[in-house]
């Protein structure tokens, strides 16, 4: 395991951790959690946060003087903000619509993607945040393949990628636990 997966394992770890206080607050696991490392979930999502103004969007590459305009690659519309291009884009309608589950769950521009993604942790059960977040990876993935992998674009639902990825990850990780004992 590298540097680089080692941060993204302690990210997961702590959100699961702090996934773990905010589903089940009176569980044991959550009290020593919270005894131990935090009083609430706001350190949590204060790196989140930091994370997501991270994210190399067009928008946040044009704020650290990148030589780019700023907007979105796909609609060429709108300033690509984090929002915008793991949910909000016009491109994205088909997996939204898709996505029965997130219906009415939008995040307009006076909110942050982070606050946006909160919001869907304490609404959606945790195999729906699973799916969720499966997907926005695979959009992310799908908006980087198109820019950088000779602009082909990938014809596959994104929906049911996410499903049939979900479903090998779970299926895996069952085998694991049996194998380990
Ligand atoms: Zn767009």
Known sequence: MGFRDLGVFNQALLAKQCWCIIKKPDSLAAMVLKGCYFEDCSFMFDKMAACNDRIPTMF?????????????PNCKRSPEMTAHALWECSKLN???????????MRCNDKVSFCTFFQSCLLRLNEEKVAIFCVILWRIWFI???????????LA???YTWSGEFLSGFKAANEVGAAVLG
């Open 60 to 72: 946040n590459l044009a704020n650290w003087k990148v030589c780019v305009d700023g907007l979105c």
């Open 94 to 104: 088909v997996i939204r619509n898709e996505c029965r589950f997130m219906e009415g």
């Open 156 to 158: 596959d639902s994104i």
């Open 143 to 153: 908006r980087n393949h198109g820019l950088f992998e000779d602009g082909g674009v």
